[in-house]
């Protein structure tokens, strides 16, 4: 799908004028119309993980059928709760997979803590492989 | 249970109860200046906008509620807003007719 060409440092205008003092306006993530460099359209494949993270997405939002243990609108939630410094710094399906994971927490399908221990073990075993 | 596909002239009907629908094809709408917390739909560029309904879309289960697992309902009235996008962007370089779409819930819309 072809990206929208971004504008080349809007004005605002009168109507988004005066907001200076609102504790809450623009979301990081809703920056349609902030001034940004050319959009360079490139074609890329997907690693293997990302393809998981997006089966991960179909599988638990239940239009495979099974039951759906979360909605679309929760992973953009989630990923719009992500800091800005973070969120610029990661890339698209690193989003999706933190989001994903936020939600299964926010659900009560996994845990905190599972999902720490979790993650310490993988680390564990990839610097085990990495040693050998 | 509101039949939104009879208010819609049977277009396009709907799996959920929805509130009524309030504008037509045609109707002057502006867009709510509004900045709440929680998942919002509506771009922050347009808010504060007026536009022209340009199609009814449907009914469906509202993104902000989903968005913190609730259902959603009664489903909301969605709309295609047309904006000219000179109106949109002060310094827009293209011609005076070039128009922008977008896809707002009817919440967000209040009659001018």
């Not at chain 1, 998981?52 to 939002?61: I, N």
């Not at chain 1, 009560?108 to 610097?127: H, N, P, Q, S």
């Not at chain 2, 819609?8 to 917390?37: C, E, I, N």
């Not at chain 2, 949109?88 to 819930?105: L, Q, S």
Request: net charge positive.
């Amino acid at each position: 799908m072809a990206k929208p060409k971004k504008s080349t440092g809007s004005k605002k205008t009168d109507a988004q004028d005066g907001r200076a003092d609102r504790l809450v306006a623009r979301g990081h993530h809703d920056m349609g119309g902030l001034p940004a460099g050319r959009v360079e359209p490139s074609e890329h494949d997907y690693a293997e993980w990302e393809r998981r993270v997006d089966a991960l997405m179909v599988l638990l939002s239940g239009v495979k059928g099974g039951p759906p243990r979360m909605t679309v609108d929760e992973l953009r939630k989630n990923i719009e709760a992500i800091g800005p410094e973070a969120y610029d710094k990661m890339s698209y399906y690193e989003r999706w997979v933190t989001s994903i994971t936020q939600t299964m927490i926010q659900r009560g399908v996994i845990t905190t803590d599972e999902l720490g221990r979790r993650m310490e073990e993988v680390r564990a075993r990839r610097e085990a492989a990495c040693k050998k | 249970m509101q039949k939104v596909a009879a208010a819609a002239g049977g277009q396009y009907p709907t799996r959920y109860p929805a509130v009524a629908v309030r504008f037509a094809p045609g109707d002057r709408v502006r867009v709510r200046d509004s900045a709440p917390l929680g998942h919002i739909r509506t771009p922050f560029y347009i808010r504060g906008h007026v536009g022209v309904i340009e199609r009814y879309c449907g009914a469906f289960p509202n993104p902000e509620e989903l968005a913190q697992m609730r259902d959603g309902l009664p489903a909301q009235p969605l709309y295609r807003v047309r904006f000219l996008q000179r109106d949109v962007w002060a310094d827009y370089p293209g011609p005076r007719e070039d128009t922008i779409d977008i896809e707002i819930f009817q919440h967000w819309l209040e009659r001018t």
